[in-house]
C-alpha cells in the first residue's frame, strides 16, 4: 500500500502539437558549481620578505546529468495506437497500430540496439490497434486487447490473448479474456498478467475492473477489486515498491486526471496525487523506481509533449525536459539499461492528425 494513499473508436482528434516546451512542459535544469578562490599577498620589503599565500579553491559540481532525450533510429512504420515490449533478447519491439493513410495495421517490427536499426518480423495474425504488451518470465511477449468490430458493434479481436515467441518468430493465440478491452493497460505482477481498463463494447462500455491471467494455468479471473473511476486509453506500471499505478485515461463522461493505485494481493485501489491536467492515450513505464509518464491528448484535445516523473515514495511529481513533438497514442517501455523508449503516436499537422515515426529515448535515472 502506498504511504501517502488516502483510501473509442480511435481518437484522430484535431489537436495541436506541443512543441513549444513551456515551463508547464519543461523541467528546470540542477547543476550547481560553485569555485571560490581566495588568494591573500602580504609583503614586508624591510629586511626580509614575508609573503603569505592562501588559495583556497572549493568546487562543488553536481556530476548527475539532467535527465535528457535523445533520438534513436525511427519506425519503419509511421503509425499509431501501437503497442511495444523490450524482448529477453534486448530488442525492442513493435507490433500493430493505426495509420490515416494506410488504416490497421498487422506489423511486427523489432529495433536491435547493437546496430539501431529495425528489422520486420512475422505480422500478427490479425491488424490490431489499442492494444497492450508485455515480456512475460519465460521469454515470450503477451500481446492483449485490440479494437472491436465496428462493422456490427462486436468484440471482434478486442477479447483476444495472444503470445509472440521472439526466439522461433512464432505467434499462438491464448485463452481468449472475460472482457473485451480497447486501449487497455497491462502490467506483469510476479506469475501474472494484469490487464486493465480499457473499452468494453458489449454494453460493459468504459471499465473500471481488471482481468488477470494466471500464467502457470493459462487461465483468466477477474479481480476481487475495481478501480474507483472506469478508464481507456489509460496509462499503467509497475512502482518500485511492487504497487500498480495507472494515469489519466477517458473515463465514463471526461478525460481524467486522477491516479490512482494498488497492492497486488491486497483489496482495493487508493487514490493519489493528480497529473497537472487531465490526459488519454499518455504512455508510462517504469523508469529507476519512480514512473515516466509522457505525452497524451489533453482536455480541449491538444497533443502533448510533457514528460513528467511521478515519484512513487512520496506521491509527487516532476517535470522534466518535454518531448520534441507533442504525441498522443503512443507506446512506451523500459529498456534493459534503465532508458525509456518511446514510440510512434499521433500529432497534429494543419488540423489533420499524423501518424509519427518518432523513437524517443530518455536516459536512465
Not at 41 to 54: A, L, M, N
Not at 83 to 92: E, H, I, M
Not at 329 to 353: C, M, R
Request: proline fraction near 5%; include cysteine.
Amino acid at each position: 500500500m502506498h504511504p501517502s494513499a488516502s483510501l473509442l473508436v480511435l481518437l484522430l482528434a484535431a489537436g495541436c502539437t506541443d512543441t513549444t516546451g513551456d515551463a508547464s512542459d519543461s523541467g528546470e535544469a540542477d547543476a550547481d558549481t560553485d569555485t571560490d578562490s581566495d588568494t591573500d599577498t602580504d609583503s614586508d620589503t624591510d629586511t626580509d620578505t614575508d609573503t603569505d599565500t592562501d588559495s583556497d579553491t572549493d568546487t562543488d559540481t553536481d556530476t548527475d546529468a539532467d535527465p535528457t532525450w535523445s533520438a534513436a533510429a525511427e519506425l519503419p512504420t509511421a503509425r499509431g495506437a501501437l503497442c511495444a515490449a523490450f524482448g529477453a533478447d534486448g530488442r525492442l519491439y513493435a507490433f500493430g497500430g493505426i495509420s490515416p493513410d494506410e488504416g490497421t495495421l498487422d506489423a511486427n517490427e523489432a529495433w536491435d540496439p547493437e546496430r539501431d536499426a529495425w528489422v520486420n518480423l512475422r505480422p500478427l495474425p490479425e491488424p490490431r490497434y489499442g492494444c497492450s504488451a508485455v515480456l512475460v518470465p519465460d521469454g515470450r511477449i503477451l500481446v492483449v486487447g485490440g479494437q472491436y468490430d465496428s462493422s456490427d458493434n462486436s468484440r471482434g479481436i478486442s477479447v483476444d490473448a495472444l503470445a509472440y515467441d521472439p526466439a522461433a518468430d512464432t505467434w499462438t493465440s491464448l485463452e481468449p479474456m472475460p472482457h473485451g478491452r480497447y486501449r487497455p493497460a497491462a502490467v506483469l505482477v510476479g506469475g501474472s498478467l494484469w490487464v486493465i481498463g480499457g473499452f468494453d463494447v458489449d454494453g460493459a462500455g468504459t471499465l473500471e475492473d481488471v482481468d488477470v491471467l494466471d500464467l502457470a494455468a493459462g487461465t483468466w479471473s477477474t479481480a476481487s477489486s475495481t478501480m474507483s473511476r472506469a478508464r481507456s486509453g489509460l496509462a499503467a506500471a509497475l512502482g518500485g515498491d511492487g504497487d500498480i499505478y495507472v494515469f489519466g485515461g477517458q473515463g465514463s463522461s471526461d478525460r481524467e486526471a486522477s491516479v490512482e493505485s494498488t497492492t497486488p494481493g491486497e483489496p482495493g485501489w487508493y487514490t493519489l496525487g493528480e497529473m497537472s491536467e487531465a490526459r488519454e492515450q499518455l504512455a508510462a513505464a517504469p523508469w529507476g523506481g519512480d514512473i515516466l509518464v509522457v505525452g497524451g491528448l489533453s482536455a480541449d484535445s491538444t497533443s502533448r509533449a510533457r514528460a513528467d516523473r511521478y515519484v512513487v515514495a512520496s506521491d509527487r511529481w516532476e517535470p522534466l525536459e518535454p518531448l520534441s513533438l507533442g504525441r498522443y497514442d503512443l507506446a512506451a517501455a523500459t529498456a534493459p539499461d534503465g532508458t525509456v523508449h518511446l514510440l510512434g503516436g499521433f500529432y497534429s499537422d494543419s488540423g489533420f492528425s499524423t501518424a509519427a515515426t518518432n523513437h524517443d529515448v530518455m536516459s536512465a535515472p
